[in-house]
Each structure stands twice: as structure tokens, then as C-alpha cells.
């Protein structure tokens, strides 16, 4: 299996990126190949790649491991697809609006036609995880200043049922970013 790690910092409690991050309908916002993360159970979900030429994958991926504000284990579902893929991310307060976030993913590209497709969806793996941690820690800093700014919110939370912020504080935490307001 391939193996990637990277990290980031993110000017967020704990908590808040945590529960961004868990709330896994939140995924097709900062991670490009995601079209859609689909929760079937508390512990399982369905997930929906588009690569080149439109292309799709499809696969089942259960949560491994679940310990609020410090990390979420994931694999796929055995059987389910020929997507072998599991991972871990961990989040470490440091100090009370910073979070550090260490991603590890491990892959093992099926083959065939699928195989093709799945190498050019993850053709550069480390530098698509390190664009997708960016834009996670883009979003999640706009939508709490946002939020901090008294930003009327609205739409799903993308903190999850715990979270302060709603899909709604994104456009008005990129308009506060731009110095539109």
C-alpha cells in the first residue's frame, strides 16, 4: 500500500476542526476529486470520486476509530469495491484557537481500466492532500470568523451537530476575507 502523511495548523479550537472534519458531508467542500460523502450509518459511509473524463468510483468505508477531538480511523469496506484505502487524522490542541491536524492515508490502486483511473485521480496523492488540507484550513478559519464576526447563519452545520458553524457562514467568511464587508 501507498502510505502519504501531512500535516497542517488550522486557527481553530480543537473541537471546531474536529467536528468540521467528522462531519463527512463536509468533504466535496475542500477535497476536489469528492463529489459526494453519503452517511449510511453512524459508523459507515458511501463515498463518490469523479476523476478524468468524468469518470467515477464508488466505495463503502466504515470508521475504525472515533475518539472526539483527537482522531477518526477509517478503511474500506472489504468486498464492497476493488478501492483499498484506509487512514487516520489526528487533531492536537495548541492552545485555545489553533489546531494541528496529521492526516495519514494508505492506498492500494486496484487495476484494469478501474486501476487507470483511480492512478489518475490520485496522480499526485501528496500534493492532492496537501491542496485538499489547505482548502480544509481555508473554509474551516473563513466560516469561523465568520462566525465570530455575527455572521447570520443558515443550511447544514458544518460542524456537525456540535458545531457552531453552518454552510451558510461560508459565503458571507469569503466576503469577509475579500473586504467585501
Do not use: C
Not at 492512478?119 to 465568520?146: H, Y
Amino acid at each position: 500500500m501507498t502510505k502519504i502523511n501531512k500535516e497542517t495548523a488550522v486557527n481553530v479550537p480543537v473541537e471546531v476542526a474536529y467536528n468540521v472534519w467528522r462531519n463527512f458531508a463536509n468533504f466535496p467542500s475542500f477535497m476536489e476529486n469528492v463529489e459526494e460523502v453519503r452517511v449510511t450509518s453512524p459508523k459507515m459511509s458511501h463515498w463518490k470520486v469523479v476523476g478524468p473524463l468524468g469518470m467515477s468510483a464508488e466505495w463503502d468505508a466504515e470508521i475504525t476509530l472515533d475518539t472526539p477531538q483527537k482522531a477518526i480511523g477509517w478503511r474500506t469496506v472489504e468486498g464492497a469495491s476493488s478501492v483499498v484505502t484506509a487512514g487516520r487524522v489526528n487533531f492536537r490542541s495548541e492552545g485555545s484557537n489553533r489546531t494541528h491536524i496529521d492526516v495519514t492515508i494508505e492506498y492500494a490502486p486496484p487495476g484494469g481500466t478501474f486501476g487507470d483511473l483511480m492512478a489518475k485521480v490520485f496522480a499526485n496523492p501528496e500534493k492532492s492532500v496537501e491542496e485538499d488540507l489547505e482548502r480544509f484550513r481555508t473554509i474551516v478559519e473563513r466560516a469561523q470568523a465568520a462566525g465570530d464576526a455575527g455572521t447570520p447563519s443558515g443550511g447544514e452545520s458544518l460542524g456537525g451537530s456540535m458545531g457552531a458553524m453552518t454552510e451558510g457562514d461560508i459565503p458571507a467568511a469569503d466576503r469577509v476575507a475579500s473586504g467585501e464587508v
